[in-house]
């Protein structure tokens, strides 16, 4: 139940329900006008170069850590994958510019700089939603405005418990997202 239902279910209407909606709101959760998000950028397009950065599940509290996948780098040896895509492909073409992200198979996977990449639960934790998308610098529920930093800690009251984030691997054509 939204805090919109909870307050109508209670009998506020109108401009009590409105002044109820407003005053529950800090500061940190503006929300970002998904008309603006950043998608697939027109122009030319760089091929991705060969580091990558691997993100700690939420809930722990060590630092993302880089690591550095060359062209012989055998992505075969990882375990527990939960999502393998071909950057070769039309499908991965939003994983080329940086900004640009994919949902797939309830993961958002986004390119974060220059061949970086981060990857994402596309479920919510502030209500079980999949709305999760990658804008900018940041991951975003288009539903109720949770923000959400590269590390999975939330960036405003929405996104306080923070979100799965899984680790990430790519030696230039393909990527693997596992855990």
Known sequence: MTRYDFLKSMGFTGAALMAALTSCVRPEDTVVNALTLAGIQSG???????????????????????????SGTDLSTITNR?????????????????GGYLVQSGIVVAQVSS???????????????KAIIFNKTEFYCTVHGARYDLTGKGKNSFGSKGIAVYKVATDGKTLVVYS
């Open 44 to 70: 030319t397009v760089t091929s991705p170069t060969t580091s990558t950065i691997t993100l700690p599940v939420s809930g722990t509290t060590t630092a993302p850590t880089t690591t550095t996948a060359t």
């Open 115 to 129: 061949g970086t990449y981060a990857a994402v639960t596309q479920t919510c934790s502030h209500e079980p939603k």
């Open 82 to 98: 939960l999502l393998t895509i071909d950057l070769t492909t039309s499908t991965a073409s939003a994983l080329k510019a940086i």
